[in-house]
């Protein structure tokens, strides 16, 4: 039994004063996957400051200039049902709905959701080393049971995935995430956000200790009209993505004038590649052109043994999903994806 002490903040600022003097203090949201951790003596704090009651963190309004703020502490459900972000960010919508089961979407904070930590299952368990618990221990997942892991942006000192779904779609829709600290505000593009390993997995992004993430906003530009988001994964429900592919397509006529295409399941962060969206710019949208921007989105692919299929399934997922994104309505339930 470990004891701890329990804080509800009753404001931002005290958030940050009750964290910035304690090492080992935590923030909550939900608890989905801290308590996990907790569970799993993966996590011990010795203070949770509930950030619950954050009025600050609560809203999702629209921006001034056009776009959408979504609180960091909204719940998933309620992100995903939002009049605005159903009809303007659907692929946000989309991508929400295919995480957890539906209880944990109730429970689960967006902010929380951008820092829940990698499934890899040498991270959870607490007997065998993992340079992402403790730095400098070693990786048995390389040379191990690795069918979940990462094929790209890997390091020789960890191969863990990123696991969320929604941030793969907040990913493509180029969000910004906005964050207070000690220091005052900051915000940060969502493609600095998360973090490759190189030689500090330790570290899954870029926030500091001390710091809140406030709210995630949204461009104006949603890609309504043709989006998709396709998650493959063992079992239908409540199973994390070996790959997955949120594709937001802008289309004159049949030919792509902007995309832009994130994958999961496949790094230490949500993947996109600048190259393979300019080469899809001025083209037209079939199947060959998603290929060739398959191959260039898996350059340097590489497996591990158990996790070696993930390179032939992330193509394929990139095409069938772009062909989907075609004719978003070819992702409702019962409809036959069109590849
Ligand atoms: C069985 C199961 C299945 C799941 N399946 C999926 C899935 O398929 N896809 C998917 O995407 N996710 C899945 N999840 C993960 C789930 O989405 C996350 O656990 C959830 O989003 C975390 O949000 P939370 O509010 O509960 O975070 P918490 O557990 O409260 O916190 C997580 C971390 O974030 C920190 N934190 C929380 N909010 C803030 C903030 N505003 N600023 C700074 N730090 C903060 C906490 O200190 C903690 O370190 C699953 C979880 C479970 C338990």
Not at 1 to 22: C, P
Not at 127 to 135: L, Q, S, Y
Not at 272 to 288: C, I, P, V
């Amino acid at each position: 039994m470990n004891n701890f002490g329990y804080k509800q903040a009753e404001d931002t600022r005290e958030a940050i004063s009750l964290i910035e003097h304690n090492e080992t203090a935590k923030f909550v949201a939900g608890g989905t996957n801290l308590i996990d951790l907790w569970k799993y003596n993966i996590a011990n704090p010795s203070q949770l400051i509930d950030i619950n009651h954050l009025a600050e963190l609560s809203e999702i309004k629209t921006l001034e200039h056009g776009g959408l703020r979504l609180g960091a502490g909204v719940k998933n459900a309620d992100t995903a049902y939002h009049p605005v972000v159903e009809h303007q960010y659907p692929l946000l919508s989309k991508a929400i709905l295919a995480g957890a089961s539906a209880q944990i979407r109730n429970m689960a904070s967006n902010g929380g959701n951008l820092l829940q930590r990698t499934r890899c299952y040498y991270f959870y368990d607490a007997e065998v080393p993992c340079n992402k618990r403790i730095p400098g221990s070693g990786c048995p997942a390389k040379d191990g049971y690795n069918r979940i892991h990462a094929i790209l942006g890997t390091s020789e000192h960890c191969i863990a995935v990123f696991p969320s779904d929604m941030c793969v779609a907040l990913a493509a829709l180029d969000a910004v995430v906005n964050i207070t600290g000690p220091t005052g505000n900051r915000s940060i593009a969502f493609a600095d956000f998360h973090r490759l390993p190189d030689n500090r997995p330790d570290l899954d992004n870029n926030l500091k200790k001390d710091e809140l993430i406030t709210s995630i906003d949204l461009p104006e530009k949603g890609f309504a009209a043709n989006y998709a988001y396709l998650k493959l994964r063992d079992r239908h429900s409540y199973a994390f993505a070996l790959v997955s592919v949120a594709t937001a397509l802008e289309l004159k006529g049949n030919t792509i004038e902007d995309v832009k295409i994130a994958l999961g399941g496949v790094a230490h962060k949500p993947w996109r590649s600048t190259e393979a969206e300019e080469f899809l710019k001025g083209k037209a949208a079939n199947a060959e052109n998603f290929s060739i921007a398959a191959d260039l989105i898996l350059q340097g692919a590489k497996g591990f043994g158990y996790n070696e299929f993930k390179i032939k399934l992330a193509k394929k997922a990139i095409i069938r999903n772009g062909l989907m994104a075609l004719n978003p309505e070819s992702q409702l339930p019962g409809a036959q994806p069109s590849a």
